[in-house]
């Protein structure tokens, strides 16, 4: 940058050294001093006129007040004295005057106002500045009348006053002068020893930082902001190397990085020639070095030109371009897929970033082709298809067999849950997960409620399943009720009695052997109860086997409803029975045998042909260390042969 010669002149006369003893204008010190001098001077020669004028003021009421003094006390003399006509004696007194030297003379006049006496000099002697004070001259009587005498003239003059004050004045000024420049002596040593010699020392290190473009610290050091000034300065400094040297170290590594970068680097013209361009530019585009940089056009490597349109409006719109894929032609002319970014500079020249994406374009066309063909499977399956979140079980997707299976909406089911789906409870859907990891089973039995509140027994078959970074549960959902139904009722022909429903003989075993096997292994009582209805076979001669079956059906009926839920209870065969009470001992087995036969014997069961009162026996067994099932149970049946040996309608234990 080229400077005036203003500039130059001033810079020059900057470093060029002073005169000895010569002052220099530009000095702290001496801006200090004339920026400080005149108002302290203007405003301490204020502050005298204003002292001095209250102090003459002070001076002239000092004068007037010993005049009034005076001249009071006079009269007090010379009413004596004029009563007598001492006169010599008045002479006398008035002499007094010149005790004082403001008083210059004095008159005393009769009472017809003649002049009696004059001393010292009067107004006829026209002397500038006199001034006079008058006082009444009387005598007072003893009656306390008061006898006019005369009046007293004093005159005098503030001028030897004023002289005297003006010497004071000025001596007062020189003392106050003497202070000011012993003050500002000592203010300019300190602030030359303080302030003026480091700002020097720092000055002459910016100096010689300018003049030869080498870093150079300040030697000075104190504690004071001064000194932390100059220590900021260093500090900064040293700051300013570290950053050039790290500067100059990014600048390396930056060019190492721009040259042995994986993607390609490069700055190019708006004609298309390319002003810098790495490596990589050139492998990309099937140059052989970087050497050939100047020769890359990037207009004849575009193979449709209307992609490059569309590149530049985006760039001329935005400034920038992001991850934009245009498809450019190799030096072999191979077509390749090209992603660039970057962004359009001041200049109008264009530094982006370009990457080889042709294998990843191919693999995103074979994924997009794969997805179709997902897709086409999922939404025109016939099966009910459905992915949900496990995090939040909300469902992501449903295809339209989903939708029309349940009743609702696309819209509708992507807003729900799975658990919306789902009737069963968490304990309830906390069991069949267990036992489907039991049984080893890829699928889940679950209860699901349609729209129109039906609900359905449905398998699930679910798996993970990942969509980019989510990790998905992908289920099939079959409708088995009627499977469901089909298999309780098979259960049920195979477990239960189908005149009582009572358990049949093969359940009633297979159940109790789990019981007994239980009780032993936990130390838990056991107890088995064996009925028969007493003369049954009269029932059915007499009444027929339809009776017969309903006085079965009723006497069943009633039986299970007063066993516990955990009781096992039993048709072995014909009018035989059997129950199973667990954590039960003999004498609680006892009263609930005495129980059911109480029952028995005081509610007749109503039938066709009327109500019909039948007895049972009731034989008792208690479990013991050594029992099988098939022992425990003989023991109840011998124990129910001797109650129908007993008489019948009687219980008995063993």
């Known amino acids: 940058m080229v400077q005036s010669p203003e500039k130059k002149a001033e810079k020059v006369a900057e470093r060029s050294p002073l005169p000895p003893g010569g002052i220099n204008p530009r000095s702290l010190i001496f801006k200090f001093l004339v920026r400080i001098l005149p108002p302290l001077l203007v405003g301490i020669l204020l502050l005298m006129l204003v002292l001095a004028h209250y102090a003459r003021n002070d001076i002239m009421i000092k004068i007037d007040t010993d005049v009034g003094v005076f001249a009071t006390a006079t009269t007090r003399v010379l009413d004596g004295l004029l ?66 005498m005369g009046r007293l ?14 010497q004071h004045f000025l001596l007062q000024a020189f003392q106050i002068l003497l202070v000011i420049v012993v003050t500002l002596s000592g203010a300019v ?46 500090s900064m400094l040293r700051h300013i190397a570290g950053k050039e040297a790290a500067l100059a170290d990014s600048e390396k590594r930056y060019r190492q990085l721009f040259e042995n970068a994986l993607v390609g680097i490069y700055v190019v013209r708006p004609d298309g020639w390319a002003v810098e361009a790495n490596k990589t530019v050139a492998n990309i585009l099937g140059f052989n070095s970087t050497s050939q940089v100047s020769k890359i056009n990037v207009l004849n490597h575009y193979v449709d ?21 245009i498809r450019m032609r190799r030096l072999d002319d ?47 399956n016939k099966a009910v298809m459905i992915m949900h979140d496990p995090l939040d ?50 699928y889940f039995k679950q209860v699901h409620t349609l729209k129109d509140g039906t609900r359905r027994d449905v398998e699930v078959f679910t798996g993970p399943v990942s969509l980019g970074h989510r990790q998905l549960h992908y289920s099939i959902v079959h409708d088995v009720t009627e499977k469901r139904r089909l298999e309780t009722r098979l259960q049920r022909m195979a477990t239960r009695d189908q005149l009582t429903g009572a358990h049949n003989r093969h359940a009633f075993f297979q159940q109790a052997k789990n019981e007994l096997e239980r009780a032993k292994r936990f130390g838990h009582s056991l107890a088995v109860l064996m009925f028969d209805l007493d003369h049954f076979k009269n029932i059915n001669d007499s009444y027929g086997h339809a009776t017969g079956d309903e006085v079965l059906r009723t006497f069943a009926l009633r039986c299970r409803g007063g066993f516990r839920q955990s009781d096992i209870f039993a048709r072995l065969g014909g009018e035989e029975f059997a129950a199973l ?12 045998a005495e ?31 050594e029992d099988s099932i098939t022992e425990l149970l003989k023991r109840a049946d011998d124990a129910l042969y001797k109650a129908k040996q007993s008489g019948r309608n009687s219980v008995v234990r063993l």
């Open 305 to 325: 030109p209307e992609e490059r349109e569309k590149l530049w409006s985006i760039l001329n719109r935005d400034g920038v371009v992001s991850r934009f894929r």
């Open 153 to 166: 003239a004093i005159h005098y003059t503030y001028v030897f006053a004023e002289k005297q004050f003006r």
């Open 83 to 148: 009563w007598n006509y001492q006169t010599e004696e008045i002479v006398s007194s008035l002499a007094t005057i010149s005790s004082n030297p403001a008083m210059l003379g004095a008159e005393i006049y009769d009472q017809d106002g003649n002049l009696f006496l004059s001393y010292g000099i009067t107004p006829e002697d026209h002397v500038s500045g006199l001034k006079t004070l008058w006082r009444d001259i009387y005598r007072r009587m003893p009656d306390g009348t008061r006898v006019d």
């Open 581 to 592: 009470l667990v954590e039960t001992n003999m004498e609680q087995a006892m009263e609930a």
């Open 334 to 380: 191979t077509i390749i897929w090209a992603e660039l970014s970057g962004r359009l500079n001041a200049d109008r020249t264009f530094n982006g970033i370009v990457q080889d994406v042709t294998e990843q374009v191919e693999a995103e066309q074979a994924v997009e082709e794969r997805d179709e063909l997902h897709r086409a499977f999922f939404e025109e």
């Open 595 to 625: 129980r059911f036969r109480n029952m028995a014997a005081t509610r007749p069961i109503p039938t066709d042909t009327g109500d019909l009162t039948v007895t049972v026996s009731i034989g008792v067994a208690s479990l013991t260390d």
């Open 393 to 442: 079980s909300t469902i992501q997707f449903v295809n339209p067999a989903a939708c029309n299976y349940y009743g609702y909406s696309h819209e509708e089911m992507t807003s729900m849950t799975i658990r919306q789906l789902d009737c069963m409870s968490d304990e309830e859907l906390y069991q069949e997960l267990k036992e489907a990891a039991e049984e080893r089973r890829g």
């Open 189 to 234: 040593y300190a602030f030359n020893r303080t302030v003026s010699r480091p700002l020097k020392a720092l000055l002459v290190a910016i100096r010689t930082t300018r003049e030869s473009g080498r870093w150079t610290e300040s030697k000075w050091q104190s504690d004071d902001e001064i000194g932390e000034v100059i220590d900021a300065h260093n």
